[in-house]
């Protein structure tokens, strides 16, 4: 049987982690999270995750930091989702090109769009 795929989720917020964690999981993928933006970069550097789930706004740096800063260690090409509440923070990911996903989740949608991001679970 093949190893689950890793999907990296980063929430300033404990329970958005945990409810993410917990939905992922059932759903046949590995999920590691992080409480910051940098944490999560010093994690998906280890060991590239297969996705990342990442707020937009968080108090150490936001979701745009962090895919940034991804590209500018080479790794560019793991999928990258910004979680966010606003229209900012859409628009950023548009003009990154990245996917965005709405909070609060819609979890059809949600596992949907992880679906599509990292086939094959």
Known sequence: MAEPKQILVVDDDEDTRMVLQDLLELNGYAVRTSPDARRALESAREAPPALILVDYFMPDADGVWVVEQLRSAGLGKVPVVL?????????????????????????????ELVRTLVPDA
């Open 83 to 111: 979680t966010t509440g606003s229209n900012e923070g859409r628009d950023h990911a548009e003009r990154l090109g990245v996917r965005s996903m709405e909070k609060p989740f819609d979890v059809s949608r949600l596992l």
